[in-house]
């Protein structure tokens, strides 16, 4: 008797037209994998993660048990439910080796079945053979996260867009692990720093904060989740995080380490010199694509403001002088979306540009 887990009136319909396929009826066992915007991402993650590229070839497979695909590099595991309709054997795992995957999706397969040897295309009947990966070699220490005991974590929303808009912050040197990921704290705020910069979401509590790995970046872009369909549970106590959703769930391995006490770096002096970033904004970012990323010398802060020789509309105060990194002063102005900014009189005192529950700060390149 076949068996199969039937989620909405779709998917019934759908899996109805399949069974009278002569090809399904010839496979002993068989698994259908659903051909949506999902199956997109599946490809996109795989490659997010790295696992196309990686040492140890097991990790190249995705994990099939019942209707749930996991996929993992050590350090992150994504879980999908409901791309699976399993025909037959419902208990049965099977690994799918997602570089024949990404073959078929290039080749457009677009109903397509697999066995644990073959993936199929049931429109043409076009077979392609795929190594047979073996189930004791996956990670035993991986959790199922879609089940992972949440007893304890503290439960807010969480947002691609957020991610982004902080994760622009994060160090990208691995040697400095402790501020190499994204900071999530118990009330939900998110932080992050690479030593010249700070990116803030929401007010910041004194608590100590979980760090997420970077893959969290990568994955936000992929998946583009709304805060109202998305939630993260973090618990210091647990070497994991999770965020869940209509995206699947996603486990993160949380980064160990001590988060900076990023109160201190914060300005609590007033900054009372207020420069428009609306006609400040368009300025930089032509400069930007004229020039490119490449910016060794910064815009300075000094009469006027100028950058290489090219000088803006923009008088200053005697006494202002001040020299910013070019690309973060574009990045902050852009995820603030801040009509206004302040600059320091200090030049040892970072500059603020803050809107809503965004805040950015950067540190002036003439501080050593």
């Not at 400095?176 to 009330?187: D, K, S, T």
């Not at 993160?252 to 007033?270: R, S």
């Not at 032509?286 to 490449?294: A, D, L, R």
Request: charged share 25%; net charge positive; with cysteine.
């Amino acid at each position: 008797m076949v068996q199969a887990r039937i989620k909405n009136k779709r998917l019934k319909i759908f899996l109805t037209l399949l069974l009278d396929c002569s090809l399904i009826r010839q496979l002993k066992k068989t698994n259908l994998l659903k051909k949506d915007k999902a199956m997109k991402d599946l490809i996109s993650i795989y490659k997010a993660l790295g696992l196309n590229s990686t040492v140890r070839p097991i990790l190249q497979y995705a994990k099939v048990t019942d209707d749930r695909i996991q996929m993992t590099n050590l350090e992150t595991t994504y879980e999908i439910e409901n791309m699976i309709i399993q025909l037959i054997g419902n208990d049965e795992t099977v690994m799918i080796h997602l570089p024949t995957l990404e073959k078929c999706h290039k080749l457009g397969f677009k109903k397509m079945t697999f066995t644990d040897q073959k993936l199929i295309d049931i429109e043409t009947g076009i077979s392609v053979d795929m190594p047979k990966g073996k189930l004791k070699d996956y990670p035993k220490d991986i959790p199922v996260f879609s089940d992972y005991d949440i007893t304890g974590f503290i439960k807010n929303e969480i947002s691609s867009e957020d991610i982004l808009k902080v994760g622009q912050a994060v160090a990208a040197e691995r040697s400095r692990f402790a501020i190499n990921g994204l900071a999530v704290y118990p009330n939900g705020s998110l932080a992050a720093t690479d030593g010249r910069r700070l990116h803030i979401k929401g007010k910041v509590s004194k608590d100590n904060p979980v760090i997420l790995p970077q893959s969290v970046i990568k994955l936000a872009k992929i998946l583009q989740f709304d805060a109202h369909d998305a939630i993260i549970e973090t618990n210091p106590e647990s070497q994991y995080a999770i965020i869940s959703g209509d995206l699947g769930v996603i486990g993160f391995k949380l980064i160990q380490g001590k988060y900076p006490e990023i109160h201190n770096i914060i300005p609590k002096k007033k900054q009372d010199l207020k420069m428009e970033a609306a006609k400040l904004l368009p300025i930089l970012k032509k400069i930007k694509k004229v020039h490119g990323k490449n910016d060794p010398n910064g815009v300075v802060f000094k009469k006027q403001i100028s950058w290489n020789g090219i000088n803006f509309p923009f008088k200053l105060p005697e006494g202002i002088n001040h020299i910013f990194d070019f690309t973060y002063l574009i990045e902050a102005l852009e995820v603030t979306k801040s009509k206004y900014f302040t600059v320091p009189e200090d030049n040892q005192i970072p500059i603020k540009i803050e809107n809503d529950c965004m805040i950015a700060i950067i540190t002036p390149i003439n501080i050593v």
